[in-house]
């Protein structure tokens, strides 16, 4: 069964600032998506950035960006000029290819300070 | 407009009783599913419905029965509520079964207190 691992629970940055989100998964399988959600306070889950595992090039999303490791298993968010509305827990999911289901990490909570 | 609406927003409710919420996306989907959140912030798949067919349950209890009236709807009726089952609901969707890695959509959740 794939899992994924988001190892820091909780972190902060300044405003203004560029900070990391790690995340890493497991599978056998070479097709495969990663997604990363974010979860404000108002609880409505976001889709961040999205991420096929058959492209080489790394997604990105205007201040968001991501770090796709293929062989390491590795897909980590950078945002960059963080704003104080980036203040939100943060979602690592994959889902397999050919199936609906989202696999999520434990989630991790990014504070962003004035 | 919102894409992916649920009702109640809020629900709190005795052990023992039995509760139902809604949810509707006009998004054209075919496809929508039932995520749980525990206290933990954990998420987890419950089920899922492409077309009105139940395509995923995934050992949730028969306590809980999803119902799909149309591609449209799919509301989640929990009977015989338990403390354990107080948790955020989250409906969600996608666009076309079998598309691989369709970018799953969520509605805002219904938190669900059990006392």
């Known amino acids: 069964a794939q899992t994924v691992t988001q190892s820091q629970p909780e972190m902060s940055v300044q405003e203004a600032e560029t900070v990391t989100l790690s995340c890493t998964y497991d599978?056998?399988?070479?097709?495969?998506?990663l997604f990363w959600y974010k979860q404000p306070p108002s609880r409505q889950m976001i889709l961040v950035i999205r991420q096929e595992a058959y492209k080489q090039q790394n997604a990105t999303e205007n201040r968001f960006s991501v770090n796709f490791q293929k062989a390491a298993k590795s897909f980590s968010l950078k945002i960059s000029d963080s704003q104080l509305g980036d203040t939100a827990m943060y979602f690592c999911?994959?889902?397999?290819?050919?199936?609906?289901?989202?696999?999520f990490g434990k989630g991790m909570k990014l504070t962003v300070n004035p | 407009d919102t894409a992916v609406s649920q009702t109640p927003k809020y629900l709190v409710t005795q052990m023992g009783n039995d509760k139902s919420i809604k949810c509707e996306q006009n998004l054209g989907h075919d496809t929508m599913y039932w995520y749980k959140q525990d206290s933990k912030k954990f998420l987890k798949i419950m089920f899922s419905?492409?077309?009105?067919?139940?395509?995923i349950n995934e050992t949730v209890p028969n306590r809980f029965s999803p119902k799909s009236p149309d591609k449209a709807h799919l509301n989640l009726h929990i009977n015989s509520l338990e403390l354990g089952d107080s948790a955020v609901y989250f409906c969600?969707?996608?666009?076309?079964?079998?598309?691989?890695?369709?970018?799953?959509?969520f509605g805002e959740g219904s938190w669900l207190t059990v006392v």
């Open positions: 599978t056998s399988e070479s097709n495969y998506y």
């Open positions: 419905y492409n077309n009105k067919e139940l395509i």
């Open positions: 969600a969707s996608s666009r076309i079964r079998g598309v691989s890695g369709n970018t799953i959509y």
């Open positions: 999911a994959f889902m397999q290819g050919g199936s609906e289901k989202l696999v």
